[in-house]
């Protein structure tokens, strides 16, 4: 967008949805949950899940629009109320890939795990791992490592002097 024509310095007010960019108008669509079309030119709607955008679609968005839904986070381009799981919701409203050792997690580390991964299925010391270290097994839950009976140095049975 040009300012007014015959306005040799570009000192004309811009439109209301723009901003000065030396002599020239562009448009500030993002400041109004906009996005510029390519094609039109124009300003066009965010899906309302949206604040920012790059196109109409509910899976364009960059930024949620926090009146949309209580706790919205953004998960690859969508806004939702919760991130799936294998990611946690970060301190910008961003859901983040949790650890590889993590199927659920509350935060970035190996030690913020709330349920273990496929490939890491017991936990062990507050680690989930592959496999229960040397003189521990999973205890009945399966979930859990636990040390194996004080008379054994390994077992395949958590707490059981049979199972050494």
Not at 128 to 134: I, L
Request: some cysteine.
């Amino acid at each position: 967008i040009d300012p007014t024509p015959g306005d040799p310095f570009g000192s004309a007010d811009c439109s209301p949805i723009a901003y000065r960019s030396g002599r020239v108008c562009k448009l500030a669509c993002e400041e109004y949950s906009m996005y510029l079309d390519s094609a039109s030119g124009n300003c066009e709607s965010c899906h309302l899940s949206c604040s920012t955008c790059t196109g109409p679609g509910a899976d364009e968005c960059l930024t949620c629009n926090p009146s949309f839904m209580e706790n919205v986070v953004l998960h690859e381009d969508s806004c939702d109320g919760a991130c799936p799981a294998g990611y946690y919701n970060n301190t910008q409203g961003r859901c983040t890939t949790c650890s590889s050792t993590c199927g659920e997690c509350w935060g970035p580390g190996h030690d913020d795990c709330i349920t273990c991964s496929e490939s890491h299925p017991v936990r062990s010391a507050g680690l989930c791992s592959a496999a229960c270290p040397v003189g521990e097994a999973p205890d009945a839950s399966g979930i859990n490592c636990a040390k194996c009976d004080p008379h054994c140095e390994t077992c395949s049975v958590a707490h059981d002097r049979l199972a050494c």
